[in-house]
């Protein structure tokens, strides 16, 4: 297994020296920043397989680095949280993190985020690489480019994070059915749901948010109690 | 339900206060009425003239010569054409063989027809004379001789309207029954109303911050002078505290609850090295003791800012030696200062003794002078001096630090505040300890305050906190 570099921004000195250590032992390469400002400067200059991303930190905090860092970035972050207030945990979704993790936290609980993400990642890579799987996706004006990663919704170009996008790959395979949060959660966060877990909701709203401007009807529709469901269009 | 509810209603403080008051007013109007009316019915009260009133004995003297030549019936008519000129006289004529054959000449209406004629009646004698009533002069008599038989003439005048009791006592007597009632409904209900309209805003206001809505106060009544308004002065100053001591409490609890984390979370990873490794565990297992202890401690100092913020305590005011109680705190605190190879320069030689809570202030001043050994550079010294100033004394505690940004100075007191959260993360503090001392020095009506020392000749720099306490703690 290939040793992956890892960006730890969190300004608790002793919790970095800590997960650096606890990491290493994991096959990871850690570097740690201790402020929002060098950890946006290093997470744009240098290329990583993952971000953790503390939210409480002098100059930038969390979600502003969040903020800076914009769509455009393909590096996936993982929130660290300490905030107990569940608006504040979601808030990091909704600013484009892929997951997010309340402190304190069980270090397996950890890894196996940091493990869930990554291996998003490496299917979307697959997918991008295999010449033979299906190149695209086209299903009621959204489009699916698995070999580019893009997304485009009535020849629009739509910004989508690698979890938002596994979260549509998922519900376009299964246009016209009903996906179930739970169904979603072990896919593509790759844990169990848990109650009162809102992260599928908030990513599934970040695609209705991000494909509003360029479609006149919902694509994704809400059942209530059972989960999601993409639109065919057209069928209906 | 309605029943219920017009019960409510008439049990109200407004309908209670107005119902008495209103009782009370009628009552006393109705008795102070009787008693006038018993005591003094100035209707019958009459004086005798000193003279006689010429303008009537004129005109009783121009009635006698027209007698002469005229009839009654023709002075009569007379006076219905000349009706416009003289409607305040009346004439009145008596046989003084029949005294109480007494007859109105003029047909003029009048209210106090049966006095005048009473007064005709019962008159002592036959002297000619004016006598004065409330409304009325009667003049007379003057013997004339009419149609051959003696007759006495008299002439009364109305007197002009001088007083609002006349013009009431003229008027009809359901409007005189009316108007007082009316009035005094009024007034009544007016000063009902204004003494419970207070106490209903009041009750809303109570209402709404036992909803938990804290930012209610009573409006509007702030200026009203009596002891209503004291009433809603108190209620907004009580409410004033409680939202400050409950907003404090809430913002504490969010910082203790996000600072708890950060060592829980250290605490965590230590323990999940411990488990792993069989070489560095020992070190790890220490981590985890350091965290342990940072924790306690946070609790601890968690629970003693919150009692001081909310004044859960009152203080245990007593008189001490404070040159005393320092030099215990600094021989206290010499192990941590001799660690770290600092020496403490205690310049307090006056004995000064003052009031206050000992406890309190030891603590204040041990956190004022640990924050100073944490963050001293190594081999340097702490000066501590204490100055005596008549009323107050003054202590300041200075170390040879870094110092802190000019703009952070007065926020090194608020609860959690870092300056440099890495560098106090190091130091080990739980970022309590000066908010403590504030909040115990101002328990005390003393002041604390930082600044930074700047003597670039000798590239000594630090940061000076001093404490001003008044010597007497006056009861406030």
Redo the contacts between chains.
């Keep these: 297994m290939n040793t992956k570099r890892l960006l730890l921004i969190d300004d608790d000195k002793e919790l970095a020296e800590l997960l650096t250590a606890f990491l290493g032992m994991h096959q990871y390469s850690v570097d740690c920043c201790f402020d929002g400002q060098s950890g946006l400067k290093q997470a744009i200059s240098q290329s990583y397989d993952i971000i953790l991303l503390d939210v409480m930190m002098p100059k930038l905090n969390g979600f502003e680095v969040l903020k800076a860092l914009g769509d455009q970035h393909k590096t996936p972050v993982l929130m660290l949280t300490a905030k107990g207030d569940d608006n504040d945990r979601v808030l990091g979704l909704e600013l484009g993190a892929d997951d997010y993790l309340a402190k304190p936290f069980h270090h397996q609980e950890l890894l196996a985020r940091i493990k869930a993400i990554l291996r998003r990642i490496a299917i979307t890579q697959d997918l991008k690489n295999h010449p033979n799987a299906e190149q695209t996706l086209f299903i009621n004006g959204v489009k699916l480019n698995h070999a580019t990663h893009q997304v485009t919704c009535h020849t629009q170009a739509v910004e989508l994070t690698s979890t938002e996008y596994q979260v549509l790959t998922i519900l376009m395979q299964h246009q016209g059915e009903i996906v179930s949060k739970a169904q979603l959660s072990e896919q593509v966060l790759g844990r169990k749901l848990a109650p009162f877990d809102r992260s599928i909701d908030v990513h599934v709203s970040n695609i209705r948010r991000k494909l509003l401007p360029f479609s006149d009807t919902d694509k994704i529709k809400t059942i209530r109690g059972a989960g999601y469901i993409f639109l065919s269009g057209d069928l209906s | 339900m309605s029943l219920i509810s017009i019960r409510r209603y008439l049990s109200s403080f407004k309908v209670k206060l107005f119902l008495w008051f209103w009782f009370i007013t009628l009552t006393s109007i109705i008795v102070s009425r009787f008693i006038t009316h018993q005591l003094l019915n100035d209707d019958n009260i009459s004086i005798v003239a000193e003279q006689v009133n010429k303008e009537d004995l004129h005109f009783l003297n121009r009635i006698k010569a027209k007698l002469t030549q005229n009839s009654f019936a023709q002075i009569q008519n007379n006076y219905k054409r000349k009706k416009h000129r003289r409607t305040d006289l009346t004439l009145w004529t008596q046989l003084p063989s029949d005294r109480l054959n007494v007859e109105k000449l003029s047909p003029q209406r009048s209210h106090f027809n049966d006095i005048i004629k009473k007064h005709i009646q019962t008159r002592e004698n036959d002297t000619t004379q004016s006598v004065i009533y409330s409304h009325t002069r009667i003049t007379g008599p003057i013997p004339v001789i009419y149609q051959n038989q003696q007759t006495l003439l008299f002439v009364s005048k109305k007197m002009p309207r001088k007083t609002l009791q006349h013009f009431l006592k003229e008027m009809p007597l359901w409007l005189r029954l009316t108007i007082p009632l009316t009035i005094s409904f009024a007034l009544c209900w007016v000063l009902a109303r204004s003494l419970s309209k207070p106490v209903l805003k009041m009750k809303e206001a109570t209402l709404q911050i036992a909803q938990g809505d804290l930012s209610t106060r009573v409006t509007g009544l702030n200026t009203r002078q009596d002891e209503l308004g004291g009433l809603a002065r108190c209620f907004n100053q009580m409410a004033d505290k409680l939202e400050t001591n409950i907003s404090a409490q809430q913002r504490l609890l969010?910082d203790v609850?996000?600072e708890l984390?950060?060592p829980?979370?250290?605490?965590?990873?230590?323990l999940?090295?411990a488990q792993?490794?069989g070489e560095d565990q020992e070190q790890y297992f220490e981590?985890c003791q350091k965290e342990i202890n940072q924790l306690d401690e946070m609790i601890a100092h968690v629970l003693t800012l919150s009692r001081l913020e909310n004044s859960f305590k009152p203080l245990n005011i007593a008189s001490f030696s404070f040159t005393r109680l320092l030099k215990s705190i600094v021989s206290d605190q010499q192990l941590l200062a001799e660690n770290k190879q600092v020496l403490i320069e205690c310049n307090a030689h006056k004995d000064i003794t003052i009031q206050g809570d000992s406890h309190l202030l030891s603590g204040a001043i041990t956190n004022v002078l640990i924050n100073a050994i944490k963050h001293t550079a190594k081999n340097s010294t702490i000066k501590i001096a204490l100055i005596d100033n008549n009323h107050q004394l003054s202590l300041t505690i200075s170390d040879s630090g870094n110092g802190v940004p000019e703009d952070a100075l007065a926020k090194i007191f608020t609860a959690f505040y870092r300056v440099?959260?890495?560098r106090d993360?190091?130091t080990g503090g739980t970022g309590l300890g000066l908010a403590i001392a504030k909040q115990a020095i101002t328990a005390h009506h003393g002041k604390i305050f930082a600044k930074n020392i700047n003597q670039t000749n000798e590239h000594h720099q630090g940061l000076a906190v001093t404490i001003e306490l008044p010597k007497n703690q006056v009861n406030q």
């Design positions: 969010g609850s996000h984390r950060s829980l979370t250290r605490l965590q990873m230590a999940a090295l792993q490794k981590r440099n959260s890495a993360r190091e």
